[in-house]
């Protein structure tokens, strides 16, 4: 498509830095987060949380509660089963080794007999007002009887340990596998070398600022039920909690998802609270919300991360790599999450290639239920486990085999003449360029005068190190027909319905969600510039179930990739209905009319003359039929389309980050952060190197602060944000962040997805710095989060790292 | 947050009276601490009397050799007041870092040194500096007043009303940031003056104390040199997921020295 | 139950509260000025702060009776009654210094005490430090330091428009 930017005009389209639309309510306090919302008698709820990490539940007595001021309900498992309440649904069936499925207890909305982690809803109060609520809570008498906590995946595998629940025995949910194993032995019986790596990848805490919140309402009159949600995907929410919860049907159930306060992954789940608030509704007669607290989100919003990993790397004698193992424990924490299983399988294990041209791969997943609370997706999902442990198993195969870090990389990348490149590992990669943005990368982190720092910072008392990761991700999830047989439960395709108005403003209806990337603007951006219309008359409706036809949600990096190109095939729609309208006004064939976009917009003309129609002029036709083929066409120019994948897009790149670490405090800081990053086409600049910032400070996050951490009786210490660290203004740098376009060549904007690659490619970046710093003093490995306790203990040679290699 | 009634006496006098009458009732000056204990429902006073409508509270003046700060003074006016940049200038630095802005609009030095919490920062500085806390019946040491963890020499119902510092001839003061928290981890606050040489360290034990070995080492020999030799033991300190006791205890020797070139 | 009076962007209400009742409570509960928000429960995101005398305080942390009398500004009476923003709020606009939203009224208020109280104007790192208070999970700051340097040029007076930055 021809698109010239329009004289005198700010170019507002792909490819432009629009400012976006959605930032002047932000602005003004006049964003509509979920608990912004207030409705008449509204209810507020608090939900009593087992305090014990593994307990049988002896009796719960609501009676003193119950007569509490202001109190309307007291709910718990005998009311959740007497109303014939299901469980919460996992979307994803994993089948292991041998065909055996996975175990996949029940996950009682309430505890029900037993409570298996600090922070398992035991029983709801309903109340006028949420201190009146929390203060009925404190009456609520329930007797435990404690069993023994597992808190970790060695205790729950242990010989003798007692089953979480009664379906999966020894605590395992399922043992996977992937690749050729017969391959990759024969790959190590002949290899010149081998490395090892084993390390934890530390288990994280979303902590999106907004807490999640949920309200209920419910409709006597027309027997409906509306839940409005902090979710990333309310027609997955409507889905799981109607079909499989609540058991109401989608058209007697809306689900709204307002403005949404950052999620991250942890706002993809059907969580609990959202059935109960909704049940309430119901119950009660009366609108019930229930809004997290912080330090209560630490103990009911998904975690992310947990795996524990074991690793060999077989190379040649010139190190080309020729075989990789991988064996990982995966914790799933106590019930499994809505798509916990898939993680660290199909989109982790599915990446152990990476960049990288190894032939023969064979990993194993062992998924473990532990009493902690469940983990599932955060930033990144599975890719920044495998990332992580590629990218510094590569620094330990250079160290160990003397070759340099970069030149070793350089030496098994897989070459822009090489794709499409199929893996050893299910995934065929459509594109990329890794050479390239390794380099650009190093130039802009300015690598060779990187010495020259170093001993400059040496003679300031300081410890510098540089590090770097050259990663490649799958992301804009997913076909369909693939996912379903990897034990999806649902598809991802995604949906756009375009509606273009009588005057020619046009409302985009898309099944995508956006808590914080900005879709408002770019997707506006998109429809403006291909149909010709100024973005100021392009609306984008997102986030309701009772609007918009169907759709899969946000995550995965998928919105543009997925639901960016169903838009283009609903504008495809739109064009062709168009076309037909204007060849009956211009009186020509339709073969003859051609859609272009020029200085006026959008319009449609008869090829090779100057007889054109405007985009409005037709749409006003169509509302208007009064000169128009009715005959043959319906009135109106709406179309709906739905876009399923091809394949998974996979950005790429390369990370430089370089640290100093103060010797006597253990401290690190990172002093310089470059990024160059393959995210396909880029519609709005800004928006992308938002996006990249914003997950290079989450993977800053994970590598040097941020760690959970529960005691052996499965009580979380990192219970609030005075316990876990957050990364704030002055730990982390202003960051250097480029693109370098690979067009993805599957889907039709040639895009791949911005939301995950900061948080993927750099942890191991920071990490592989860290060890750099500490090279002299013959460190080979720390684990994350690198605190300063940490570095401090290493230095001061009292162990605190696992030393990795050459254990 | 449990309910309770709420006070604002305008005199020392009325508010001493309303704590002395209920054993249950909390003062309540900045509110920075208490608030978020109240609000996780961790004590359950009948009554709050909020300080901050006590006029008096609020001077800073001179008196002799001394400087003395009223109890409700905010931390951020302690940072930026003339008179103590000009008197004690490591005492302000101290206050620009402690927390965040906003709890330095509110947060008042009466009540961080009534508190007495193991990592505020203004107890390792009146330990350093030999400060007398002043209260509405009598004047106690700050060798005296700091007991144990949240734990002060106050009696029921007797309130905090100035701190007098003795003007240094120099002090300095560092710290490390709890990665979390950001209370400080371990600080270490330095003073020479009209008491002698001074070191106090908060946030490595339960309750701030002064570094004896470091104050005979600096009033031998006032340099970095002469702390960077003295070890703290560990023992007694606090360990956490965040800095274990031996940790804290190397940080107390690092913190002294930068304090040491804090004070110049 | 107590009575308080607040003059909130300019306008003054009573309202009746309890003694537990926060600020914040009262500011969107009671006032519905639902654009202060509530990230944390130990005082530490800062999506709360409000001015309260043109000082930024954290609403969460501060009891409807302490503030009884008190001059609050909130993000809603921050732009111009003809609808112009702010010099931060469109500072933060114009180098997209938001994603999801919600840190943001909380950093705004932040942000303009922290230009306010370095009227020579700010480094980087003092930028950085006086962000100590405010936790945003989206952005990775960055354009939140460049956004809040570009607002103090205007309001101090050395630049007239939060121009686009040197991208």
Known sequence: M???????????????????KEDLRFLRGRGRYTDDLSRPEQLQAWILRSPHAHARILSIDTAAAAAMPGVQAVLTAKEAEADGLGGVPCGWQVTGKGGQVMAEPMHPVLASGKVRHVGDPVAMVVA?????ARDAAEAILVEYAPLPALPDMAAALAPRAVALHDEAPGNLCFDWEIGDKAATDAAFAGAHKVVRFETTNNRLVPNAMEPRAALGEYDPNADEYTLTTTSQNPHVIRLLMGGFVLKVPEAKLRVVAPDVGGGFGSKIYHYAEEALVTWAARRVGRPVKWTCERSESFLSDAHGRDHVTRAE???????????????????????????????????SATLLAGCYTTPAIHGQVKAVFTSTVP????????????????????DVAARETGIDRIEIRRRNFIHPDQFPYQTPVALQYDSGDYETTLRLALEAADHAGFEQRRAEAKARGKLRGIGISTYLEACGIAPSKLVGQLGARAGLYEVANIRVHPTGSISVFTGTHSHGQGHETTFAQLVAEQLGVPLGSVEIVHGDTGKIPFGMGTYGSRSLAVGGAAMVKAMDKIIAKGRRIAAHLLEASVEDIEFGVDEAGGRFRV??????????EISMAAYVPHDYPIEELEPGLEETAFYDPKNFTYPGGCHVCEVEIDPETGETQVVNFTACDDVGRVINPMIVEGQIQGGLAQGIGQALLEGTVYDSEGQLLTASLNDYAMPRATQVPSFGVSTAVTLCTHNPLGVKGCGEVGAIGSPPAVINAVVDALRELGVTHVEMPATPLKIWSIIQGKGGALSAATA | MYDFAYHKPSSIADAVKLLTDDPDAKPVSGGMTLLPALKHRLNQPTALVDLSGIAELRDVRREGDALVIGAMVRHYEVATDPQIMAAIPALARMASTIGDTQVRNRGTIGGSIANNDPAADYPAAALALGATIVTDRRSIPADDFFLGMFTTALEPGELVTAISFPIPEKAGYAKLRNPASRYSMTGVFVARGPKGVGVGVNGAGPCAFRQAEMEAALAANWSVEAVAGVKQAPDDLNSDIHGSAEY??????VMAKRAVADAG | MPNVTLTVNGKTHAVEVEGRTLLVEVLREKLRLTGTHVGCDTSQCGACVVHI?????????????????AEVTTIEGLAAADGTLHPMQEAFREHHALQCGFCTPGMVMSAIDLVKKHPDGLSEQEIREGLEGNICRCTGYHNIVKAIAAAADVMQGRATEVARAAE
Do not use: H, W
């Open chain 2, 248 to 253: 804290r205890a190397n940080l107390v020797t």
């Open chain 1, 2 to 20: 021809n698109v010239t930017k329009p004289v005198g005009a700010a170019f507002e389209g792909i490819g432009a830095s629009v400012r976006r």
């Open chain 1, 375 to 394: 983990v599932d997706a955060y930033r990144g999902a599975g890719r920044p486990e495998t990332t992580y442990l590629l990218e510094r198993l590569v």
């Open chain 1, 607 to 616: 090829a090779g003359t100057d007889r054109t129609k405007s985009l409005a």
């Open chain 1, 313 to 347: 790397l077989a190379l040649d004698a010139e190190g080309r790599f020729l075989g990789l193992r991988v064996e990982t424990l995966a914790n799933m924490g106590a019930y499994l999450s809505t798509f916990a299983p898939a993680i660290p399988t199909y989109l």
């Open chain 1, 128 to 132: 006028e007002t949420k201190a009146q």
């Open chain 3, 53 to 69: 005398g043109g000082d930024s305080v954290k609403s969460c942390t501060i009891l409807a009776v302490q503030a009884d009398g």
